[in-house]
């Protein structure tokens, strides 16, 4: 009896994360787009038009030293996020394709999908 409850627990625990993980899958943007940085960036995946300028804009809530960085390789980004800010950075992406970004350790990790 217990067990079947554990079992059931668990059966509707792992669709609740799938769900979840699909809720967050991509994002599509207009113009702007504000980003959550608490334990990772929220959204983590964005869809932006190629050859439109785009604000991202990172709310950082996490204290940690990790996420204080935010490196965008791709678009020669490497900027500092102050805690309890909103940083913008704007880019123009010229190319589709996918470009991470990500924290200045590389352990936190976001996507922007350039669709022409
Ligand atoms: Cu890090």
Request: charged share 20%; proline share 5%; glycine share 8%.
């Amino acid at each position: 009896m217990i067990v079947n409850v554990i079992v059931i627990i668990l059966i509707i625990g792992t669709y609740v994360f799938f769900f979840m993980k699909k809720e967050s899958k991509a994002v599509a943007v207009g113009n702007q787009v504000e980003i959550m940085v608490s334990g990772g960036y929220k959204p983590d995946v964005i869809r932006v038009k190629k050859g439109s300028p785009v604000t991202l804009k990172f709310n950082r809530k996490d204290p940690s030293s990790c996420l204080e960085e935010l490196v965008i390789p791709d678009f020669g980004k490497n900027i500092k996020l102050a805690l309890g800010e909103i940083t913008s950075v704007e880019i123009t992406p010229s190319e589709p394709g996918e470009f991470q970004f990500h924290c200045g350790m590389n352990m936190y990790h976001g996507r922007i999908l350039v669709e022409n």
